[in-house]
């Protein structure tokens, strides 16, 4: 289960090339009652993930394609002993598969005991958001796809989406065998 273990994965990922902890020890912006989010964005369309979430951003590379798994699983990726599920983003949000590159980006990110990565053309930002500042999602979904948005937020003119990971990403809804192969994958590295 080391695969899945979030304890054991900070130390593992502490080479990080963004570490959470780091931009948050250094940012002088962090104000208490205010939460920072990392941006990045699909296309025109931005999104964001709580920075405490985030392990470490790297560029694409190659992933190994596992048989039988949704369109938007990309594969897992071995990160330094770990065996990383990787999602196109773009993908899951029904926009078509990214045509991968160099120069796209995997955002790395904890969900609870999990961790996955996050198939996205670039990251933006780092962005800090006072509570009273984040809007609910306006009632207009007639497929459930907003339960994945945790609110709105303006920043400087543009509309920043934030990603309720655990709904999006619930291994549950999405697909039970990416678990079970999450696990073998594991058992066999």
Not at 55 to 65: G, Y
Not at 97 to 119: F, K
Not at 128 to 134: R, S, Y
Not at 152 to 162: H, P, Y
Request: hydrophobic share 40%; net charge negative; glycine share 6%.
């Amino acid at each position: 289960m080391e695969a899945l273990d979030v304890k054991n994965s900070d130390e593992k990922l502490g080479n990080a090339a963004l570490s959470a902890s780091e931009v948050a020890e250094n940012d002088d912006q962090i104000i208490h009652g205010s939460q920072q989010f990392v941006t990045f964005a699909i296309g025109d369309e931005e999104y964001a993930v709580d920075i405490m979430q985030v392990r470490e951003i790297q560029a694409w590379s190659e992933v190994t394609v596992l048989p039988n798994q949704p369109e938007y699983m990309r594969g897992v990726l071995n990160l330094r002993g770990i065996i990383v599920p990787i999602f196109d983003l773009r993908c899951r949000f029904k926009q078509g598969r990214t045509e991968a590159s160099p120069v796209h980006v995997v955002v790395i990110i904890a969900i609870g005991e999990r961790i996955i990565g996050v198939l996205v053309d670039r990251v933006s930002d780092i962005l800090t958001v006072e509570q009273d500042d984040i809007r609910p999602v306006p009632d207009m979904d007639d497929n459930g796809e907003s339960k994945h948005l945790m609110g709105l937020v303006t920043a400087e003119e543009r509309m920043v989406a934030l990603l309720n990971t655990e709904s999006l990403f619930n291994k549950d809804i999405i697909n039970p065998s990416i678990s079970g192969a999450e696990q073998a994958l594991a058992q066999n590295s």
